[in-house]
């Protein structure tokens, strides 16, 4: 069985008042919800805190970056210890903006996902194609890429703490969306990748991202390989975040 999951990226947005109130209303809302999904919250690195103080345990918490080296004189930096010994569970790793913004490359991925399963978080795996390379008929091969090479140092043993989540780029704060079939056909795809390297692909979480809203939601997640979401922007308004969460449908995954 998957894990059904709906995590909220604040990316670079909120405020410790954000927190107190949206967590707070999240947490509350969480008791009236009986479709099994795990809600996470990943906020700036300075709102960790605060959203773990409101979370109540009910609610999971993660980081939207970790470092790549263990330790040292990385000024600037975090490490996958530091997330772990402040109690999140989670840690995105290679999200698109990183990799345009930032400069990460797959084999950066890759080191920041074995430092984060060394530590004993979580690491959600960003993977996703631009519009060019869509267009061009090569989504598929791009993506297969990302997952093969991001993955490459993950031990046998260590799959159950992997989660995904695609999101192709060109619909990240556009407005646009894959529409329900083709975000499928690509989770699919994503199995078989994850099947062809030796991981036990029929349990792992495969998460859509890219401007999932509250009126498209329940559609993406009624496909049969798609587990969850990464939310955007909707994960500001607590309203909206919420009813994502509902539009899970209830009942096993995988």
Sequence with gaps: MRRKIVAGNWKMNGSSDLAKQLVGYVRAELDTLDNGVEVVIIPPALYVRDVL???GGSVGVGVQNVSQWASGAYTGETAADMVKDLGCGYALVGHSERRQYFGESDEVVAAKVERVLASGVAPVVCVGETLEQREAGEAESV???QVQQGLCRVAADQWSSIVIAYEPVWAIGT???ATAEDAQNM???IRKVLAD??????SISLLYGGSVKADN??????EPDIDGGLIGGASLIAEDFVSICRSMPAGTKG
């Design 53 to 55: 103080d409101q979370s």
């Design 187 to 189: 989770h699919s795809a």
């Design 175 to 177: 407005g646009k969306t």
């Design 143 to 145: 993506v297969a890429a």
């Design 197 to 202: 390297i030796g991981a036990p692909a029929e």
């Design 217 to 222: 939601a329940a559609a993406l997640f009624a």
